[in-house]
T-cell receptor
């Protein structure tokens, strides 16, 4: 059974710092991996999708990497801003379904 | 991507009643999904709803408790039946699009349900 784990559960950083969020999964037979952002009480916004054949994807200040063999993905956020404060979720696609991690709650202090 | 809307955005319900949540997409999609997010938890898939067939439920979820309709390619409903406080959650629908060889899911804004 696929299990997705995100570390740390919560992170607080001062504005301007670069930071890395981690995601690991137990079964490497995935179709793709998505990173989402969720603001409190809201739905999910898709940030980046990495196909199983890819190593990384970039969008603006965000860079996501995927190492399928080791079951790991990272989300790198450059020059963090208070507006980046949210919960970040990773999810792997397997068997036509998304399996989510527990999320990392990020707080960027001005 | 697509514009996905859900109604209601939130509701407070009494124990033992039922609530139907609507999900509307601005384009036709084959695959729609319903998720539950309990307080402080991550998302758990309830069921997959394909137009023209019965919904497929995940382990721990049953049709009598969470009946789903999928009357066309742009609309679906999820009913939470005979509610109890344990059903208090955010319920989210999502749709899947295919892009040049890969599939990506997009989510609605969610319905926040509180059961008293």
């Amino acid at each position: 059974k696929q299990e997705v784990t995100q570390i740390p559960a919560a992170l607080s950083v001062p504005e301007g710092e670069n930071l890395v969020l981690n995601c690991s999964f137990t079964d490497s037979a995935i179709y793709n991996l998505q990173w989402f952002r969720q603001d409190p009480g809201k739905g999910l916004t898709s940030l980046l999708l990495i196909q199983s054949s890819q190593r990384e994807q970039t969008s603006g200040r965000l860079n996501a990497s995927l190492d399928k063999s080791s079951g790991r993905s990272t989300l790198y956020i450059a020059a963090s801003q208070p507006g980046d404060s949210a919960t970040y979720l990773c999810a792997v696609s397997q068997g036509g379904k998304l399996i989510f991690g527990q999320g990392t709650e990020l707080s960027v202090k001005p | 991507s697509a514009v996905i809307s859900q109604k209601p955005s939130r509701d407070i319900c009494q124990r033992g009643t039922s609530l139907t949540i609507q999900c509307q997409v601005d384009s036709q999609v084959t695959m729609m999904f319903w998720y539950r997010q309990q307080p402080g938890q991550s998302l758990t898939l309830i069921a997959t709803a394909n137009q023209g067939s019965e919904a497929t439920y995940e382990s721990g979820f049953v049709i009598d408790k969470f009946p789903i309709s999928r009357p066309n390619l742009t609309f679906s409903t999820l009913t939470v039946s005979n509610m109890s406080p344990e059903d208090s959650s955010i319920y989210l629908c999502s749709v899947e699009f295919s892009f040049g060889g890969y599939n990506e899911q997009f989510f609605g804004p969610g319905t926040r349900l509180t059961v008293l």
